[in-house]
């Protein structure tokens, strides 16, 4: 859901999130794909270049959301989730 005091992605953006949306999660490599896209999780709102790609249990779930689950047992942060998310673009580029 957009929210009111966001601004609309500019097209740059929208072509960064629709890539970004088909890598898998980058905490659990879950989804990902035309079938299963991932979602785009902004670190800090309309950021979206720095946003990470992450299935709806990892950003959204009940009991794995940010900060839960296993993103505990993966020890891993929003920063690390950022840099899977970035490595993969990169490696989607060459």
């Known amino acids: 859901m957009q929210s009111k005091n966001k601004s609309p992605m500019r097209a740059a953006e929208r072509r960064w999130v629709t890539r970004l949306k088909l890598l898998p999660c980058s905490v659990c490599d879950e989804g990902g ?16 270049f720095t946003a ?23 020890k891993m942060d929003e920063l690390a989730a950022l840099a899977v998310t970035v490595e993969r673009l990169q490696l989607e580029i060459v």
Do not use: T, Y
Not at 33 to 48: K, L, N, T, Y
Not at 62 to 70: A, Q, S
């Open 52 to 74: 990470v790609a992450l299935c709806a249990d990892c950003h959204r779930g009940p009991h794995n959301g940010i900060g839960r689950g296993i993103w505990r047992v993966k």
């Open 33 to 48: 794909g035309e079938f299963a896209p991932s979602e785009a999780h902004e670190i800090r709102q309309g950021m979206w």
